[in-house]
């Protein structure tokens, strides 16, 4: 007999190595009841994926386990917060006991990586359907905000980008999927790391702050647009991994990493006092531009001429989805 709705969250979403010192009342009542540390800011975001929308039918459900949960604790990195508590709504079409198995195998694979734990959520039967919402903490004042840059910041990101747009090239049977280059890139569309310590460290460092969801162009257009400022980026800087560059030459590589979603790393602003300290930090950041007053984002290519930018990232009610 199919597990009932009661049964299925009791069997496979409270069974987590993660309590919480601050966790008063957890998944099982009307509520969670949560400690707040004095004086921080709470810290909340949530992100939905759909079926035949965000990924296609039949992906690994630990995959998505761990993607539900690793684009929001993206979105607290992007903010310098410290990931704490989150909560599930999950919309299944039937109660398939593997695929559960999985799925909160993967999530809380991640879960316990950072230390977060799942205190409620919501089960209901429908279009499979997943919703996470994630809480994390931000000492007053210190959040990475999009609106801080400043003329004459420098632009920074971490890691490398365009690997994910490479993959999901991969995953649409438009790009060779062998070898290790081919794994490498699947990998980074499918299980993204949120970089959670890197956005703690750029607290103090940073002036604006937002992780690569939609595409570079796109997403640091979010920062200059709320902080009323333009840009300059160097195309020959973008930082791109070594599988990519095999696979799709150097120029598509850097266009990749120009427009391309899904990478998750974090794109931030910094003056330029700072460049020393953010040298040393022990993660990959590598400075590709600066903010200017002039509207709006210019890039350059490697010949010292102005590129054309194909400005817009993934817009779900845009002209063209
Ligand atoms: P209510 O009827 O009060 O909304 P529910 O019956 O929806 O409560 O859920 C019962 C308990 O199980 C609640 O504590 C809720 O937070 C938790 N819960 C339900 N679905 C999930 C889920 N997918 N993950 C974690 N906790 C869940
Ligand atoms: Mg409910």
Redesign the pocket.
């Known amino acids: 007999m199919a597990l009932g ?2 049964q299925l ?1 009791e069997r496979f ?1 409270t069974r987590q190595r993660v309590k919480r010192d601050d966790v008063e009342l957890g ?4 509520c ?1 009841l949560l400690r707040m540390p004095s004086d921080a800011r709470l810290a909340v975001t949530m992100d939905t994926l759909v079926e035949g929308r965000h990924f296609p039918q039949a992906t690994d459900p630990a995959a998505l386990g761990h993607k539900a949960l690793a684009v929001n604790l993206s979105d607290l990195a992007a903010m310098g917060a410290e990931p704490a508590w989150i ?4 919309s299944l079409p039937s109660v398939d006991e593997a695929w559960l198995d999985a799925f909160a195998g993967g999530l809380f694979q991640l879960a316990e990586a950072h230390g977060v734990q ?1 205190v ?4 209901v039967r429908g279009p499979l359907t997943i919703t996470l919402q994630a809480h994390g903490f931000i000492p007053a004042n210190q959040a990475l905000r999009r609106d801080g840059a400043r003329v004459g910041d420098l632009i920074y990101v971490t890691g490398t980008l365009g690997d994910a747009g490479a993959g999901l090239r991969i995953a649409l049977g438009e790009l060779s999927a062998d070898g290790a280059d081919g794994q490498f890139l699947r990998g980074r569309l499918d299980r993204p790391t949120p970089r959670v310590a890197w956005g703690l460290a750029l607290r103090g460092l940073a002036s604006a702050a937002i992780d690569v969801s939609d595409g570079l162009a796109a997403d640091l257009g979010h920062i200059l647009k709320a902080s009323r400022v333009g840009a300059t980026l160097k195309f020959a800087d973008l930082p791109i991994s070594d599988a990519l560059c095999r696979r799709v030459g150097e120029a598509g590589a850097r266009q990749f990493a120009l427009t391309a979603g899904d990478d998750y790393e974090l794109c931030f602003t910094a003056a330029p006092a700072q460049a020393e300290a953010i040298a040393a930090l022990p993660f990959p950041c590598t400075p590709v531009g600066v903010i200017e007053a002039g509207e709006g984002l210019r890039v350059y290519g490697p010949d010292g001429h102005r590129m054309p930018v194909e400005q817009a990232g993934f817009d779900h009610f845009g002209a063209s989805p």
């Open positions: 709705e009661f969250i979403f998944v099982g009542d009307d969670a909560t599930l709504s999950l799942l409620g959520g919501d089960t």
